[in-house]
């Protein structure tokens, strides 16, 4: 089943009088459990079409699919509803929230769904578990290592059980060591939650470990490939 | 619920003095206005309170067709047998005193020196007269068989430079429309702290008055002062009768009143100018917040929560900042009016005619104006937020995160 599907998707900017067309017709469709690289040169649209697929944006024509939901046209509240507990975001920056713990942050998205404190104190502990990060539990993002907060989002976004995780140039910030262990993380979860992920990238050691690469050119996909076989091991 | 304030508080945290400053804002504004409050309440209480005690009483009884502005001496304008219906007044229940005045316009003399002066003829073993008896710098109090006392206020006797024991002649109304002169020796002299009140009223015994007026047993008032004010309208009832009229203390100060109004519509337009400049403050660190935390907002947008959910933050923001204010308020102001309530502001002579005031102030500070300003400056601090919470609410996701990126 697919998790989230675009048809004839365009996305154009506006700035003034500048319009700038980062996205043209793209139909693409991601079925669950899916791990896909979205790449491409800068400026070609991977950004635009993961706020898209993550309900973050509105297209200005064409239709979104998520869970078999059209998002195409919501208001603000409604297309947070969506997000909320469907879709994990991970971004280049390592978007935490700076006032809160890892344990904290982790817990944020639990909270918004209104999960029982009992419920998400197991979850918190067993996500950071699962992202290696138990004795960091009680300290603030300032008092984390780059590699360490990007772990931490990824247990936040993985926190409510989602249907899709969206990761915009996750290890873009991250040296080589930090980034491999970024994606061994992602990838290990994909494979025993079953998860489905999509990153953004052009970092080629970063592609290696995606099972399907979808390539965007100037706002259009160039080239959509399956590779047959698991992440190789490096 | 609890999450939003932890979240609000460490918020707040984040920039310690900023928050702090605007509490502190928010605190002294409050501070600022339980004084102005106190101060004014202090000033009208006072200024009726001294007033009633001074000069109205809270009911006179007169004739009829006596004329208070003419200080009218002739028999018809003045009450006969007056000690007899003050006995009468005296034993109702309610009233604390019921005494007989005698009041006469006359100009006291010293050497080459003189004062225009209200005497008022005054029964000394009367309750009534406490305010004179406890002001009492000098000498002694009349004395009821006393011919020749007079008790003059400290003004006069500054400004004729006399002291108890010396003469002063005073020059008076009598009932036939004449003049008398006649010499007095000080007994007592007397302050109520109201200048221009002490500086113009003398006392002689009532017999001594009605001696000196040709007014013989007779009064131009019953001056009854209250157990309780609230009773007014029940003795008013109780003392209707045929040619005499009844003047509450309402009717007599009606300046006073209509002064207290006047200063409540004033004040609510300083309250406005004292919380507009606070409530600038707080949107003002509140926009900050909001245009820091852009980034924020839009990770905490982008993993769900809701406008209203990112508004309710900024409230609990505002609601904290609040508090922290009204508690540093509370403090401030209560120890501002403590020092106003007990050492007083000195105003010197501002005594307003038909309103008599100490040279003193004190303030007085009433619960319920405490809680309205108290509840007032939360509502302000809300009321503040309400801006910035929407700024916040209204920033669309993707535009967040980009926007603190850079
Ligand atoms: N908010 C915006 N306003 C105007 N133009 C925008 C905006 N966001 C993106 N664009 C434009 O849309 C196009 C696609 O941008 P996008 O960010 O999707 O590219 P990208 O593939 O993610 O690039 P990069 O690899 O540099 O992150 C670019 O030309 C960009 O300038
Ligand atoms: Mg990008």
């Given at each position: 089943m697919e998790v989230v599907k675009t048809e004839n998707v365009s996305r154009i900017y506006k700035v003034g009088e500048v319009e700038t067309?980062?996205?043209?017709?793209v139909s693409l469709s991601i079925e669950n459990g899916e791990f896909t690289a979205l790449i491409?040169?800068?400026?070609?649209?991977k950004t635009t079409l993961l706020q898209l697929l993550g309900c973050l944006d509105q297209p200005t024509s064409g239709r979104v699919w998520i869970n078999g939901q059209d998002?195409?046209?919501?208001?603000r509240n409604q297309r947070a509803d969506v997000r909320r507990g469907t879709i994990g975001f991970i971004f280049?920056?390592?978007?935490?929230?700076?006032?809160?713990?890892a344990y904290e942050n982790v817990e944020m998205p639990l909270l918004l769904n209104g999960h029982a404190p009992s419920q998400r104190r197991e979850r918190v502990m067993q996500l950071l578990e699962a992202v290696g990060l138990t004795d960091r539990a009680n300290n603030r993002p300032d008092q984390l290592s780059g590699g360490q907060q990007q772990r931490v989002a990824i247990a936040r976004a993985l926190a409510p059980n989602p249907s899709l995780i969206l990761a915009d140039?996750?290890?873009?910030?991250?040296d080589t060591p930090n980034g491999k262990q970024i994606m061994e993380i992602m990838e290990r979860l994909n494979r025993e939650t079953g998860v489905t992920f999509v990153f953004a990238t052009h970092d080629p050691r970063v592609i290696q470990f995606a099972r399907r690469v979808v390539a965007l050119s100037d706002g259009l996909i160039s080239s959509d490939t399956v590779i047959e076989q698991a992440a190789p091991v490096v | 619920m609890l999450q939003l304030f932890k979240l609000a508080f460490r918020n707040l945290g984040r920039n310690r003095r900023r928050s702090f400053f605007s509490a502190l804002a928010l605190g002294m504004g409050l501070a600022i206005l339980l004084l102005m409050a106190s101060v004014l309440d202090g000033e009208m209480r006072q200024a009726m309170e001294g007033t009633i005690r001074l000069?109205?009483?809270h009911l006179q009884v007169r004739?009829?067709?006596?004329n208070e502005d003419r200080t009218s001496l002739a028999w018809e304008d003045l009450i006969e047998k007056p000690d007899e219906m003050a006995r009468k007044i005296a034993s109702?229940?309610?009233?604390?005193a019921a005494t007989p005045r005698l009041f006469a316009s006359g100009i006291a003399m010293s050497g080459d020196k003189s004062q225009g002066v209200r005497v008022i003829g005054i029964?000394?073993?009367?309750?009534?007269?406490e305010p004179y008896i406890k002001g009492l710098v000098n000498g002694e109090f009349l004395k009821?068989?006393?011919?020749?006392g007079i008790l003059i206020g400290l003004p006069l006797a500054e400004k004729f430079d006399l002291n108890v024991g010396d003469r002063l002649s005073l020059l008076i109304n009598t009932s036939d429309g004449s003049v008398d002169t006649q010499n007095f020796v000080i007994r007592g002299i007397y302050s109520t702290r109201t200048t221009p009140y002490d500086k113009s009223t003398v006392f002689l015994t009532l017999a001594k008055a009605q001696a000196i007026t040709r007014t013989?047993?007779?009064?131009?008032i019953i001056f009854i002062l209250l157990?309780?004010?609230?009773q007014t309208e029940a003795v008013v009832n109780a003392l209707q009768a045929g040619s005499l009229q009844v003047k509450t203390w309402m009717q007599m100060n009606e300046l006073v009143l209509q002064t207290e109004q006047f200063a409540d519509a004033y004040m609510i337009v300083l309250f406005l100018i004292v919380l507009a400049i606070t409530a600038t403050v707080i949107v003002n660190t509140l926009v900050m917040a909001v245009f820091e935390r852009t980034r924020e907002i839009g990770i905490l947008s982008a993993i769900g929560m809701r406008s209203s959910r990112i508004m309710a933050m900024f409230f609990a923001e505002s609601v904290l900042l609040g508090i922290g204010g009204i508690v540093i308020g509370l403090i401030l102001g209560g120890l501002m009016v403590v020092y106003a309530a007990n050492?007083?502001?000195?105003?010197?002579?501002?005594g307003v005619s038909g309103m008599l005031l100490g040279d003193r102030i004190y303030a007085h500070l009433t619960l319920g104006d405490t809680i309205t300003l108290t509840i007032t400056a939360l509502v302000v601090a809300l009321l503040a937020a309400l801006y910035p919470a929407l700024l916040a609410a209204r920033m669309e996701p993707v535009q967040a995160l980009h926007g603190g990126k850079k």
């Amino acid at each position: 089943m697919e998790v989230v599907k675009t048809e004839n998707v365009s996305r154009i900017y506006k700035v003034g009088e500048v319009e700038t067309i980062a996205l043209r017709d793209v139909s693409l469709s991601i079925e669950n459990g899916e791990f896909t690289a979205l790449i491409g040169p800068s400026g070609s649209g991977k950004t635009t079409l993961l706020q898209l697929l993550g309900c973050l944006d509105q297209p200005t024509s064409g239709r979104v699919w998520i869970n078999g939901q059209d998002v195409s046209r919501l208001n603000r509240n409604q297309r947070a509803d969506v997000r909320r507990g469907t879709i994990g975001f991970i971004f280049q920056f390592f978007a935490l929230i700076p006032t809160l713990t890892a344990y904290e942050n982790v817990e944020m998205p639990l909270l918004l769904n209104g999960h029982a404190p009992s419920q998400r104190r197991e979850r918190v502990m067993q996500l950071l578990e699962a992202v290696g990060l138990t004795d960091r539990a009680n300290n603030r993002p300032d008092q984390l290592s780059g590699g360490q907060q990007q772990r931490v989002a990824i247990a936040r976004a993985l926190a409510p059980n989602p249907s899709l995780i969206l990761a915009d140039e996750p290890t873009a910030n991250l040296d080589t060591p930090n980034g491999k262990q970024i994606m061994e993380i992602m990838e290990r979860l994909n494979r025993e939650t079953g998860v489905t992920f999509v990153f953004a990238t052009h970092d080629p050691r970063v592609i290696q470990f995606a099972r399907r690469v979808v390539a965007l050119s100037d706002g259009l996909i160039s080239s959509d490939t399956v590779i047959e076989q698991a992440a190789p091991v490096v | 619920m609890l999450q939003l304030f932890k979240l609000a508080f460490r918020n707040l945290g984040r920039n310690r003095r900023r928050s702090f400053f605007s509490a502190l804002a928010l605190g002294m504004g409050l501070a600022i206005l339980l004084l102005m409050a106190s101060v004014l309440d202090g000033e009208m209480r006072q200024a009726m309170e001294g007033t009633i005690r001074l000069q109205s009483g809270h009911l006179q009884v007169r004739a009829s067709t006596y004329n208070e502005d003419r200080t009218s001496l002739a028999w018809e304008d003045l009450i006969e047998k007056p000690d007899e219906m003050a006995r009468k007044i005296a034993s109702l229940e309610p009233v604390a005193a019921a005494t007989p005045r005698l009041f006469a316009s006359g100009i006291a003399m010293s050497g080459d020196k003189s004062q225009g002066v209200r005497v008022i003829g005054i029964d000394p073993a009367s309750a009534a007269n406490e305010p004179y008896i406890k002001g009492l710098v000098n000498g002694e109090f009349l004395k009821s068989d006393d011919r020749d006392g007079i008790l003059i206020g400290l003004p006069l006797a500054e400004k004729f430079d006399l002291n108890v024991g010396d003469r002063l002649s005073l020059l008076i109304n009598t009932s036939d429309g004449s003049v008398d002169t006649q010499n007095f020796v000080i007994r007592g002299i007397y302050s109520t702290r109201t200048t221009p009140y002490d500086k113009s009223t003398v006392f002689l015994t009532l017999a001594k008055a009605q001696a000196i007026t040709r007014t013989e047993n007779h009064a131009s008032i019953i001056f009854i002062l209250l157990k309780d004010r609230a009773q007014t309208e029940a003795v008013v009832n109780a003392l209707q009768a045929g040619s005499l009229q009844v003047k509450t203390w309402m009717q007599m100060n009606e300046l006073v009143l209509q002064t207290e109004q006047f200063a409540d519509a004033y004040m609510i337009v300083l309250f406005l100018i004292v919380l507009a400049i606070t409530a600038t403050v707080i949107v003002n660190t509140l926009v900050m917040a909001v245009f820091e935390r852009t980034r924020e907002i839009g990770i905490l947008s982008a993993i769900g929560m809701r406008s209203s959910r990112i508004m309710a933050m900024f409230f609990a923001e505002s609601v904290l900042l609040g508090i922290g204010g009204i508690v540093i308020g509370l403090i401030l102001g209560g120890l501002m009016v403590v020092y106003a309530a007990n050492i007083g502001f000195y105003i010197g002579n501002m005594g307003v005619s038909g309103m008599l005031l100490g040279d003193r102030i004190y303030a007085h500070l009433t619960l319920g104006d405490t809680i309205t300003l108290t509840i007032t400056a939360l509502v302000v601090a809300l009321l503040a937020a309400l801006y910035p919470a929407l700024l916040a609410a209204r920033m669309e996701p993707v535009q967040a995160l980009h926007g603190g990126k850079k």
